[in-house]
């Protein structure tokens, strides 16, 4: 089945320990979103790819990166990661062409920090 | 600014019983509204997609209503079971900014459908 694929699932780092989250899509859609969720919030958008274009939010640290080597992987870097990042990261893909825009969300990593 | 509220918070009902889960919003030039599905720990699930164009999707014991004029929209459940708890999310995507306008969230209702 197509779909939008996050590995690890549960990722534990130290504090100031930089780590990198993977997303990977078989939808071949152009849009590839970054979320951060914190417990019973709800998701917070980080940044997304529009094709190779990358698109910061204002309020995002400049802690968090993003890299889209190809249209179906993109992965997020935390360069020095604080106990407040811990969190859960959810990448979304969807198409920006046609009707719908219906977007689609991986399954998480859920971010540890010690 | 659009702003996306669902009412209420957090909802429990015994097994069997239909609901309905209400999302609003502040500004009404939405390009589409999204139902989202969120288990404990896991990512979201897309339940339905209504087009601003459109009144409602169905699909199985869900239906979602859409009424763009007053920034409103429903989820119904019928016949609700034990699976169906979980945290329901509704999402617009706004219909300025181009292809690459963001959803913007509600702040969810948490659903416990007791046995």
């Known amino acids: 089945d197509a779909m939008v694929i996050q590995n690890p699932r549960y990722q534990v780092t130290q504090f100031g320990k930089p780590v990198t989250l993977s997303c990977s899509q078989t939808l071949n859609h152009n849009v590839m979103y970054w979320y951060q969720q914190k417990s019973s919030q709800a998701p917070k958008l980080l940044f997304h790819?529009?094709?190779?274009?990358?698109?910061n939010e204002a309020d995002t640290p400049d802690n968090f990166q993003s890299r889209r080597p190809n249209t179906s992987f993109c992965f997020l870097d935390i360069r020095s990661p604080g106990l407040g990042d811990a969190a859960m990261y959810l990448c979304?893909?969807?198409?920006?062409?046609?009707?719908?825009?219906?977007?689609?969300f991986g399954p998480g990593t859920r971010l540890t920090v010690t | 600014k659009q702003e996306v509220t669902q009412i209420p918070a957090a909802l429990s009902v015994p097994e069997g019983e239909n609901l309905v889960l209400n999302c609003s919003f502040t500004d009404s030039a939405i390009y589409n509204l999204q139902w989202f599905r969120q288990d404990p720990g896991k990512g979201l699930t897309s339940l339905l997609l209504?087009?601003?164009?459109?009144r409602e999707q169905t699909s199985g014991r869900l239906n979602a209503s859409l009424d763009k004029s007053s920034g409103r929209s429903t989820l119904y459940i019928a016949a609700s079971q034990p699976g169906d708890s979980a945290t329901y999310l509704c999402?617009?995507?706004?219909?300025?900014?181009?292809?690459?306008?963001?959803?913007?969230f509600g702040t969810g209702t948490l659903l416990a459908v007791q046995p």
């Open positions: 209504i087009q601003s164009s459109q």
């Open positions: 999402a617009v995507r706004m219909n300025y900014g181009g292809a690459t306008n963001k959803l913007i």
């Open positions: 979304a893909t969807r198409r920006s062409t046609g009707q719908a825009y219906e977007q689609y």
């Open positions: 790819y529009y094709d190779k274009d990358f698109n």
